[in-house]
């Protein structure tokens, strides 16, 4: 079982920046796949960044250059580096942790934070 904690979120004026944060828990953090998700309200989750055990990364088109992903598996730690954010990046962001075993994926996720820009 893994446990995940946010933190990070807040009200920031457009062209603003945010440091999201999730703490793990267990001992085979190095093992999982960390990703951040966002979902307004009316919509759908969707993904935004992940980023592999050996530290590849994936964003989303519309975060490019912006966001930044990185993990310190020492720590147990993942974070989300917001940089010019817009009013669209307002969200609830989830931290999520994937795990393949034999073919199967499990997936954790953390209790959701806020992130609301204003223009």
């Known amino acids: 079982q893994v446990q995940l904690v946010e933190s990070g979120g807040g009200l920031v004026q457009a062209g603003g920046s945010l440091r999201l944060s999730c703490a793990a828990s267990?001992?085979?953090?190095?093992?999982?796949?960390m990703g951040w998700y966002r979902q307004a309200p009316g919509k759908q989750r969707e993904l935004v960044a992940r980023?592999?055990?050996?530290?590849?990364?994936y964003y989303v088109d519309s975060v490019k250059g912006r966001f930044t992903i990185s993990r310190d598996n020492a720590k147990n730690l993942v974070n989300l580096e917001m940089l010019n954010l817009k009013p669209e990046d307002t969200s609830v962001y989830y931290c999520?942790?994937?795990?393949?075993?034999?073919?199967?994926?499990?997936?954790?996720w953390g209790q959701g934070t806020q992130v609301t820009v204003s223009s």
């Open positions: 999520n942790a994937a795990r393949l075993v034999a073919g199967t994926q499990y997936d954790y």
């Open positions: 267990g001992s085979i953090f190095s093992l999982l796949v």
């Open positions: 980023i592999s055990s050996e530290g590849s990364t």
